[in-house]
C-alpha cells in the first residue's frame, strides 16, 4: 500500500512560480513510476509530468519547459517546480504512483493562477 501527501499548492500570479510536493509513504525507491496530473474546473483529468525510478522524466508538452518533476528519494518526495504560470494551469493537482502495476493516488492540492 502507498499513501501520497500532496502540498504547497496556493494562488499565484501570472508569470509566478510554485513548488508542490508529493510525500510518499514508504520507500519510493520500490515504485516504478510518479507522475503529476492536474484536472480544471469542468476538464477530465490530464496528465503533466512524469519520473521513472531510473529518475527519467518525460512532461506533456503544454508544460515542457516551464515545469520540472525531481524526486529526493531519501525523504520519499516528488516535486513539481511550475514557473511561468499561466491561467490554464490553474487546476487541482495530483500526485500519482504506480508500484506493481498498481496505481495509488493523492488527494490532490489546489493551484490557482490569477491575472
Known amino acids: 500500500q502507498v499513501r501520497l501527501v500532496e502540498s504547497g499548492g496556493g494562488l499565484v500570479q501570472t508569470g509566478g512560480s510554485l513548488r508542490i510536493s508529493c510525500t510518499a509513504s514508504?520507500?519510493?525507491?520500490?515504485?516504478?513510476?510518479m507522475g503529476w496530473y492536474r484536472q480544471a474546473p469542468g476538464k477530465q483529468r490530464e496528465w503533466v509530468a512524469t519520473?521513472?525510478?531510473?529518475?527519467?522524466?518525460n512532461y506533456a508538452d503544454s508544460v515542457k519547459g516551464r515545469f520540472t518533476i525531481s524526486r529526493d528519494s531519501a525523504k520519499n518526495t516528488v516535486y513539481l517546480q511550475m514557473n511561468s504560470l499561466k491561467s490554464d494551469d490553474t487546476a487541482v493537482y495530483y500526485c500519482?504512483?504506480?508500484?506493481?502495476?498498481?496505481?495509488?493516488w493523492g488527494q490532490g492540492t489546489q493551484v490557482t493562477v490569477s491575472s
Open positions: 500519482k504512483a504506480v508500484r506493481d502495476m498498481t496505481d495509488y
Open positions: 514508504g520507500s519510493i525507491l520500490i515504485i516504478n513510476t
Open positions: 519520473i521513472v525510478a531510473s529518475g527519467i522524466t
